[in-house]
């Protein structure tokens, strides 16, 4: 079992950039695959973001990608989402989520945080 926390959330200009943040417990957090999603009012939950367990592989929303990196280090047990030319539209809680296998869908992943509110203004 894992838990996570997230932080580094905040209100940001549009065209501005914003590092997330995901800190695991647990010694078997290499073991985990790690995805980042949102939710904005109203909206589903909806994925933005997985790396593999090693950091080797990476996966992006069609909607972030170029504009957000996802990486990890398994020796400190975090995980990062760098967010540059932050768009309104990405205003949302983005919540971290720890899984098997890195995917897509949120029902794959049974760890999951509270969340970190990230809003962009026009």
């Known amino acids: 079992q894992v838990e996570v926390v997230e932080s580094g959330g905040g209100l940001v200009q549009a065209g501005g950039s914003l590092r997330l943040s995901c800190a695991a417990s647990?010694?078997?957090?290499?073991?985990?695959?790690m995805g980042w999603f949102r939710q904005a009012p109203g909206k589903e939950r909806e994925f933005v973001s997985a790396?593999?367990?090693?950091?080797?592989?990476?996966y992006y929303a069609d909607s972030v990608k170029g504009r957000f990196t996802i990486s990890r280090d398994n020796a400190k047990n975090m995980v990062y989402l760098q967010m540059n030319s932050l768009k309104p539209e990405d205003t949302a809680v983005y919540y971290c989520?720890?899984?098997?296998?890195?995917?897509?869908?949120?029902?794959?992943?049974?760890?999951w945080g509270q969340g970190t509110q990230v809003t962009v203004s026009s």
């Open positions: 989520a720890a899984g098997g296998l890195m995917a897509v869908r949120a029902s794959t992943y049974p760890y």
């Open positions: 647990g010694r078997t957090f290499s073991s985990y695959a």
């Open positions: 790396v593999t367990r090693s950091g080797g592989n990476t």
